[in-house]
T-cell receptor
Framework: NAGVTQTPKFQVLKTGQSMTLQCAQD?????MSWYRQDPGMGLRLIHY???????DQGEVPNGYNVSRSTTEDFPLRLLSAAPSQTSVYFC??????????????FGEGSRLTVL | QKEVEQDPGPLSVPEGAIVSLNCTYS??????FMWYRQYSRKGPELLMY????GNKEDGRFTAQVDKSSKYISLFIRDSQPSDSATYLC???????????FGTGTRLKVLA
């Protein structure tokens, strides 16, 4: 059972380039989300989705796009990379049933450097 | 002011010590409280979960919530070098999907 799989694990971009971070889960979870983790800032929610075709913004959505065409996949797109987007990105999913989203299962992270 | 405050550490303790990790929060609407453990260069994993004031035990770990003081704690008894990690508190209000995480406390248990 793979859980939450993120690719790539490492990426270096130049300012202005675009790229997509991939996230896939095989647990049939309805809820998926993207966080960024920066020193001294903790984990901050970028975007989340409660099911295929449904997405919403988190705390720091600017500069990022998401879509959810299937239950399994939730890619994060950087439209025009900026040095401020240098960070470690985590994808997380949960079954999302009941009054709260439930236990979050995290991927291993994608380390992005923007020069 | 951040909604959740957590001392970043680092915290170094000898093996066998009792460790106390804490978070304070400002939003009284938070109802569910979690502790995640994150090893270096890995994703966080859920350690403890509680939704009411009081204590919850799981082996060497005890989670404590004081909603009146807006304060949560994680106690680790008989700490081991394998407990060396960053511990993040997280909280959420009922009916939402927006978890709020603390900045994490880095713990090092010395053998």
């Amino acid at each position: 059972n793979a859980g939450v799989t993120q690719t790539p694990k490492f990426q270096v971009l130049k300012t202005g380039q675009s790229m997509t971070l991939q996230c896939a889960q095989d647990m049939n979870h309805e809820y998926m989300s993207w966080y960024r983790q920066d020193p001294g800032m903790g984990l901050r929610l970028i975007h989340y989705s409660v099911g295929a075709g449904i997405t919403d913004q988190g705390e720091v959505p600017n500069g990022y796009n998401v879509s959810r065409s299937t239950t399994e996949d939730f890619p994060l797109r950087l439209l025009s990379a900026a040095p401020s987007q240098t960070s470690v990105y985590f994808c997380a999913s949960s079954h999302g049933q009941g009054p709260i989203a439930g236990e979050l299962f995290f991927g291993e992270g994608s380390r992005l450097t923007v020069l | 002011q951040k909604e959740v405050e957590q001392d970043p550490g680092p915290l170094s303790v000898p093996e066998g010590a009792i460790v106390s990790l804490n978070c304070t929060y400002s939003n009284s609407a938070f109802q569910y409280f979690m502790w995640y453990r994150q090893y270096s260069r890995k994703g966080p994993e859920l350690l403890m979960y509680t939704y009411s004031s009081g204590n919850k035990e799981d082996g060497r770990f005890t989670a404590q919530v004081d909603k009146s003081s807006k304060y949560i704690s994680l106690f680790i008894r008989d700490s081991q070098p394998s407990d060396s990690a960053t511990y993040l508190c997280a909280m959420i209000t009922s009916g939402t999907y927006k978890y709020i995480f603390g900045t994490g406390t880095r713990l090092k248990v010395l053998a």
